[in-house]
């Protein structure tokens, strides 16, 4: 037995998280593997010189089930426990976005296919690469993940994964599907599919029927999310200064800074979401790399703020449609927080979703699925 499966048993001991079959047999595959992991002979190493030819890579693992089971927890302690020089985790989508930059170098050069260099280069950076929430919702990613992951599997490297769904349901409906089907069938070839999918949404139960949606701004309030904060990412309280921030990436080049970032949570001042010139692309990159939001200090908005109602609306439209979950703090209930400024008309659909945000059923559903 190794540190995975260790430390699994260790937080079931101390109490941190409540004994699940389904998750304890996941941490013995992801415990075997990191076993495999640290014992292949490094490439380009002597061992790997006197073999004198490629070694097939230890194989991975795409573990999918429904949201709050514990696919994150699993794929964080496996990562954390992982002895290994070259491993990189990685937001799928934050990859993706990466893999396009790099394909655009490469095209712009004329070599050829793109896509060999960039594999090279990712097999070169990483020997175990570890995403968590694959989602496949556009076109051009779908088009070149059959290729591109043949590639880096070809070259050695291990894939580790979590999802919301079964490969067979990746992409499912999308546009031309019929290209990306060899990546379905690559992953139940060349990947163990485990399932997580046990009957208890542990996140769901961190919520644990506390509302989501707190009247007035002010310290009672911010206490209340800040213990959701804390319980949803199990960061010590007592470290309450450290909580770290992130800048994360938007289209179009520029960074977002993120006050507060910890496990797919981040929090956020309306002030700095809405007041400030910010827009879809902004919204839309918070809305994939974060499965909860916490606002603070939503006003009400009289016709004079009509920048910030419009920003608003575009923002819940993105956290809603990625079906993000939204804790906030405002100064009224939502049907009254811009009764009639320019677009108040429009503003009662937002009105609507984020009444349903805050119902049990929202709250159970995945992240990113469309
Ligand atoms: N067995 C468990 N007992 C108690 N809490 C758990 C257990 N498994 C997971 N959790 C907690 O539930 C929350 C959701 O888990 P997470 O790994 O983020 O789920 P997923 O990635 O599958 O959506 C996290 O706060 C996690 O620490
Ligand atoms: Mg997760």
Redesign the pocket.
Known sequence: MGKVIDRYHAQVAAGE??P?PE?QAAAGRLDTLAGALEAAPARGGLLSRVLRKKAEPPRGIYMW?G????????MDLFFDCVDLPSKRRVHFHEFMLEVHDRLRVERSREHGDPIAPVAAALAEEARLLAFDEMVVNNTADAMILSRLFTALLTLGVTVVT?SNRPPRDLYKDGLNREHFLPFIALIEQKLDVIT?NGPTD??LE?LGGFPTWYVPNGQASTDALSRAFFR???FPVEDRANVPSADIAVPGGRTLHVPKSL??VAVFSFKRLCAEARGAPDYLAIARYY?TVIIVGIPIMGPDKRNEAARFKTLIDELYEHKVKLLAAADAEPMALYPDGDGAFEFERTVSRLMEMQSAEYLAQGHGET
């Open positions: 998280l409540r699940d998750q089930g949201v709050g089971r514990g696919k994150s927890m699993l979590t997580l542990y996140r961190r949803l990412t199990d496990k797919g499965h």
